[in-house]
């Protein structure tokens, strides 16, 4: 009982910015008065749950298909410039979709992303491009943070088959990576809009849209229950890992020139990208003067985002990785709920329900803002949560469970769980700084919201602004994942 | 928390499971101010049998009594740091993040030992120079003598200890072997689980059911 | 304790040191940012008024600003709403969301661009056109109106944006209201049947046709003229046959503004002729309402469109049905 009460507290932001106003707003709605058979809507909006739960498993496989590729061949091996191509795998992900998509469009044209029936794989490829970094990082924590003694044995292998036994290993979380995956592109919509596919959220959007609230939450639950088996295979048992000490340098990895080349193709694609925004953000030469303004209000506009990114992110995976270092495994679930469902769904709830009890005074504050921010990260904070209380070391972990609890978590095992949980924080600032479901609902006025801005430009044509804004998102996020990972590389003793 | 007239340890009938692999029933008794070994081949259980003591696996059936309060009451049974125990592990198992002197005081918080009975104690085991070190600045047998240390520094009248003399030469052995009896003269008892014992301990030898 | 209760008592401070004397006004804008952020620019150096801005985004992206005045009804933040589509502003006023518009206000815009109730006000509005790709039949001879799309001579040719957001989706609105559910039912089959493209948005179904992907894009004057400022060249296409659809921009003062007088002296600026005038100059070419409001050479003047008459809260109520009808007819069968 105390035990539960303890963690309470790592369930109370999503507890007030979410269930209360979503469970508060669902009975407004008369959600409940509808028949159960009405969960989902109609048989096409049903369809159309399928083809969204269709493409996010899909682009979830493929990501982290990619993803493990990437981080066996940066794991496993060593070679020239491996951080510089590291940074660059980054940017898809750091790079908002509405520009990535938007430049992958105008680069191809978007019927040549249609295939088959439907445009479904131009979706799942721009989509699996721009998350294969989040798998990505999330293997190549797990492959780096190994024991030493089970790196130093595969370090005694034929680079191919230790490369082969490394990619082995990293399978099971590999799975959880794609039931993350999933949760987090379930409710894309602009990606797969640019390729022409309906997903649920925009039908969503379309209810809410004209104040048919009740069918909106009715497609929402249809979601939840569409991807409910993701949900408990993600929060439920996780192998533990190793049994002595992470780390291990690197002498003694492979030198391969496959794997550089390998690499060096992996890296032009997002080259690529970068190089059309690159183009499409240089300013004519008559409009040096207000692309340097536009420019500059772009840098102050990212920065003042940052800290209040920073905030909302590490309250979800420090609120994960409490309820995993606790194995409440039930408060885990409810924290990666919030998730799945579109943005706006939770923000017009927090708007109606608690906006009206705070203060007046706190209004100009965007406080509800980041506490939607924080529950839409949930699944972020679970996973991180899950993986960084398994990446210690079993004899580790329970001598520390000899300490009182508080000084055993805090001082030992929270510390220990830094190298998974940090990258898991520079994920969350990313989305956050790309979130604008929310921010269009609850930013107070002026505001700065980079990814609305970008929207903005975009939709009327703007392309070089919103590229210079794209390019600096992409870069102060790789100088923040710099900054947050260095630590935790392997060096040379 | 000893209470006088109970045992330091009482384990009645106990059984523990690890996977498909049942443990037991085993029973046995050590005194206050004394020394137990647990012996048996490889795979016995002797660990096995040291992490449920200390409430680190969960127990089938019987009874684990330290000072006479049973271990067992409850759901879950009474958790490892109220039981009034310092563990050492077979694996390593210090925080890497941490110098040992750290770690000693960390663990001396609740009723351990103060400060100069730390680096007493680091004397006494060839250590008093490697206590600011983190653990990855330590050879194998150094990371041992310094998980015993960090072990033996923490409050707990009951001193559960797997294998303790692993990775040891004879210097190392006579070290620990004279920190344990003086740790038993000072009111606590002493449980190891060894793979082999002089005659002079007395032993509890473990066997296939 | 006492180093927390001096943190909060100087956290108050700094909430509460926004400047109280600075008179303030916040205004939700869908109209686009590069041009609605410069006339509010001018409107804080004619009046010394702070004007806080939020801004829309495009519709399939995010339920837009209109839900985000729904949502604050409790305790309003907005004192202005500019929406860049009648359609949705007509709904709130019904709802109640509004309040009433100053006299005087949107002096010299004909009644047929306004609320009767002097709840909301239409101003410099766009045009529904079809953007023609040039070297193609769709050059040669046109469609003048929305049945032509389903000739046979255009399957597969045609790109039309998400009905159930926007200005296609006030379209549609509209049209169900002028011809009545059945035939506005056959209308969306037969598009249906002609392998109408299903795009994202106006802008997508403009660039369909700027890539050759598509002949006939339905969008807005406005997409078409960003476009021709930077070189490209698209025909246009008013679709006279059915009546020229022009679109306003509306302004209305939101319920329980917490600056109301401030929101007044917005409003009424906002409906003068003089933004108008910038507006038809803009690359967005709006079209003013005044007939005498002059428009540059490239820009439209309201006499030479003739518009069609519009009932506005027809149109508004039937825009659930109208958005259900097409998102059955035209999405559900991909």
């Not at chain 1, 894309?188 to 997903?199: H, K, L, M």
């Not at chain 1, 049994?243 to 890296?267: C, E, F, K, M, Y």
């Not at chain 3, 039309?160 to 989706?169: N, Q, V």
């Amino acid at each position: 009982m105390k035990r539960d009460i303890g963690a309470f507290w790592a369930l109370l932001a999503v507890m007030i910015g979410f269930y209360f106003p979503v469970i508060s707003m669902m009975i407004h709605d008369g959600l409940f008065e509808a028949a159960a058979g009405d969960i989902g809507g109609s048989s096409s909006s049903q369809l159309v749950i399928l083809t969204t739960v269709r493409i996010a498993t899909l682009s979830a496989i493929l990501a982290t298909l990619v993803g493990l590729f990437d981080a066996v061949l940066l794991a496993g091996t060593r070679g020239p410039a491996r951080v510089l191509i590291a940074g660059m795998l980054l940017a898809t992900f750091l790079i908002p979709p509405a520009a990535l998509a938007s430049a992958v469009q105008g680069v191809i044209g978007s019927s040549t992303l249609r295939a088959t029936i439907r445009d479904e794989l131009g979706a799942v490829c721009m989509l699996a491009f721009r998350w294969a970094p989040v798998a990505c990082a999330m293997l190549l924590g797990a492959a780096v943070l190994w024991p030493v003694q089970q790196e130093r044995a595969l370090r005694g292998l034929s680079p191919r088959v230790a490369l082969f036994v490394r990619a082995r290993c990293l399978v099971p979380q590999a799975l959880r990576c794609v039931g993350l995956l999933i949760l987090l592109l379930i409710c894309a919509s602009e990606i797969p809009s640019y390729a022409g596919v309906e997903t649920i959220s925009q039908r969503v959007y379309a209810r809410l849209t004209v104040g048919n609230a009740a069918e909106g939450w009715q497609l929402a639950l249809g979601m939840l229950v569409a991807v409910a088996p993701v949900l408990l295979f993600l929060v439920w048992k996780l192998p533990l890992s190793g049994r002595s000490q992470g780390g291990g340098t690197v002498t003694g990895l492979p030198r391969l020139r496959g794997a550089d080349l390998l690499l060096v193709i992996r890296s032009t694609p997002v080259l690529a990208l970068v190089l059309i925004l690159a183009i499409t953000a240089w300013p004519r030469a008559s409009e040096m003067a207000v692309a340097g303004s536009e420019f500059v209000d772009g840098v102050v506009g990212i920065f003042q985002e940052l800290p209040r990114a920073f905030i909302a992110s590490s309250i979800a995976v420090i609120c994960g990785w409490r309820l995993a270092d606790g194995g409440h495994r039930w408060g885990l679930l409810l924290l990666c709920l919030p998730t799945v469902l579109p943005g706006s769904l939770g923000a017009l709830a927090l708007l109606h329900v608690v906006r009206p009890t705070l203060p007046l005074i706190l209004d100009d504050l965007p406080i509800l803002l980041t506490l939607a921010q924080t529950c839409k990260l949930g699944a972020v904070g679970a996973a991180a949560g899950l993986v960084a209380s398994r990446v210690i070391p079993l004899s580790e972990s329970n001598s520390s469970r000899l300490l009182a609890p508080v000084t055993g978590r805090w001082r030992v095992r929270f510390p220990r769980a830094l190298p998974v949980l940090l990258p898991a924080v520079v994920i969350g600032v990313a989305l956050v700084m790309g979130e604008v479901e929310a921010t269009l609902l609850m930013a107070p006025a002026g505001h700065p919201s980079p990814a609305l801005e970008l929207h903005q430009l975009l939709h009327f044509r703007n392309d070089e602004q919103a590229a210079r804004i794209a390019l600096l998102l992409a870069l102060v996020g790789s100088m923040l994942a710099a900054i947050v990972v260095a630590p935790l590389r392997r060096k040379d003793k | 928390m000893t209470q006088a007239n109970h045992p330091a340890l009482e384990v009645g009938d106990l059984i523990v499971s690890r996977g498909n692999h049942s443990i037991g029933p085993i029973t046995f008794q050590l005194s206050i101010g004394k020394q137990l070994a647990l012996t048996g081949g490889n795979g016995i259980g002797k660990s096995s049998v040291l992490q449920a003591i200390a409430g680190l696996l969960p127990v089938t059936s019987g009874t684990i009594r330290i000072s006479g309060e049973s271990m067992l009451s409850g759901s879950d049974g009474v958790e490892p740091w109220r039981r009034g125990i310092a563990w050492l592990g077979q694996e390593r198992g210090l925080w890497p993040h941490l110098s040992i002197e750290a770690q000693c005081r960390l663990v001396a918080r609740d009723g351990g030992k103060t400060a100069e009975q730390i680096v007493a104690v680091a004397r006494s085991l060839d250590m008093a120079e490697l206590i600011q070190r983190r653990p990855g600045a330590l050879s194998g047998g150094e990371a041992q003598r310094a998980e015993l240390l960090r072990t033996v520094c923490g409050g707990g009248a009951l001193l559960l200890l797997d294998e303790p003399f692993a990775a040891q030469n004879q210097d190392g052995r006579r070290r620990i072997e004279a920190l344990l009896e003086q740790e038993c003269q000072a009111g606590r008892s002493v449980l190891l689980a060894l793979h082999q014992t002089d005659s002079e301990r007395e032993t509890v030898a473990l066997a296939e059911n | 304790m006492g180093r927390l209760r001096v943190l909060g008592v100087l956290f108050l401070l700094l909430i509460g040191c926004g400047g109280e004397d600075t008179r303030t006004v916040t205004i939700y804008c869908s109209h686009d940012r590069a041009h609605s952020q410069k006339i509010l620019d001018l409107f804080e150096r004619d009046t010394g008024i702070e004007v806080k801005a939020v801004f829309d985004t495009e519709a399939t992206k995010t339920v837009g600003l209109a839900q985000r005045v729904r949502s604050e009804k409790a305790r309003p933040r907005c004192d202005v709403h500019w929406s860049n589509e009648p359609l949705h502003a007509v709904r709130l006023a019904a709802d109640g969301f509004y309040d009433v518009l100053p006299l005087g206000a949107g002096e010299g815009i004909p009644a047929v661009w306004r609320d009767p109730d002097r709840l909301w006000c239409g101003f410099a509005g766009r045009v529904r056109v079809l953007a023609l790709a040039p070297e193609t039949a769709a050059i040669d001879s046109p469609p003048r109106q929305l049945s032509d799309l389903a000739m046979e001579r255009w399957r597969g040719r045609v790109a039309i944006a998400d009905p159930r957001f926007g200005t296609t989706a006030s379209h549609m609105a509209i049209v169900r209201s002028r011809i009545g559910p059945d035939r506005y039912r056959q209308l969306l089959e037969s598009l249906r049947a002609n392998d109408v493209q299903m795009v994202s948005s106006n802008s997508s179904s403009r660039d369909r046709v700027l890539s050759g992907e598509a002949w006939i894009g339905l969008t807005d004057t406005d997409d078409i003229e960003v476009v021709r400022r930077r070189g490209s060249s698209l025909g246009e296409e008013f679709l006279r046959g059915d009546g020229v659809l022009l679109l306003p921009n509306v302004i209305a003062i939101i319920k329980g503004a917490p600056h109301p007088e401030e929101a007044r002296e917005l409003a009424q600026w906002l409906l003068k002729k003089e933004v108008e005038e910038s507006l038809a100059a803009s690359s967005s070419r709006q079209v003013p309402l005044r007939r005498e409001v002059p428009v540059p050479p490239t820009g439209l003047a309201i006499s030479e469109l003739d518009p069609v008459e519009v009932d506005w809260k027809d149109a508004a109520s039937q825009l659930p049905l109208a958005i259900r009808e097409a998102e059955r007819i035209l999405l559900d069968h991909r």
